[in-house]
């Protein structure tokens, strides 16, 4: 799986928590609602951002496994999570590439996961949910790209480098071929009728005083287009330095669209 920076994800993490749905995690704490000893399954946690997201309105008592590969985000997800007195929180090193069944506790109440099942293959995603079916755990899976980037002011090549990146997104993260935008459209498809379903845009909306998270995706947006054989490298960076000017004079407006999916079991 491809790696991402602890500056990265701190970078990110307002604007995950901004653009995510809070009537879906409603939906997760009225459920959770009275259940004891929720044993909590959070997929890539990266410096575990979930974890600081949901923890606090969820009952008291949880158990938390945070399953992740990269030793550098557990080190410095395990020296900034909070001690709440809630619950607890394990940091578990594994590699999501491999088999679910082991790496997911038996005893899982809930599965999470954040902006990563856009990264995943069709056959990852069928063996998920089998997963949360077979073991009637609910699935909270938020912020997964759908394809969807909006620049203002507009640029004649916007939709080409668009284009570009969201062909650069279907490649192998390191699960196979990935699911890119569809992703959230294939698992809504595939757990359709086997419980309650609910989802929800969740957008990112960055406006011109938020430089520089739009600057350090317009440069990962370049440098996934560039790595295509069929992209004119020249004009990528003619369109990069052009939106760099807008970001730069505060004129720059991004959204970049999510799905948020919430999952719950008919029963336990």
Known sequence: MSGFSSDWLGLREPFDHAARSDRLTGMLTRWADGREGLVIADMGSGTGS????????????????????????????????????????????????????????AS???????????????????????????????????????DRIRWRPGDLHDTAMRDLFNRHQRTDKGFGPALGGSAAGELETMLKGKGQLSTEPSPWVFRPGDRSIQQALLDGFVAAARELDDCDKEEALAWRNQRRTQIDRGRSHLTVGHIDLLFLPDSR
């Open 108 to 146: 899982v109440d809930v599965v999470t996961c954040s902006a990563l099942l856009d990264l995943v293959s069709m056959t990852w995603l069928e063996r998920l949910v089998r997963l949360v079916i077979g073991r009637k755990a609910a699935l909270l899976a938020v912020l997964t790209y759908d």
């Open 50 to 105: 979930n974890f600081r997201a949901i923890e606090p309105v969820l009952p008291p008592g949880q158990h938390w496994y945070l399953l992740e590969n990269d030793p550098a985000l557990i080190e410095a997800g395990r020296s900034t999570l909070p001690a709440t007195g809630r619950s607890s929180c394990l940091y578990v090193a594994a590699d999501l590439s491999s088999s679910l069944e082991d790496i997911v506790p």
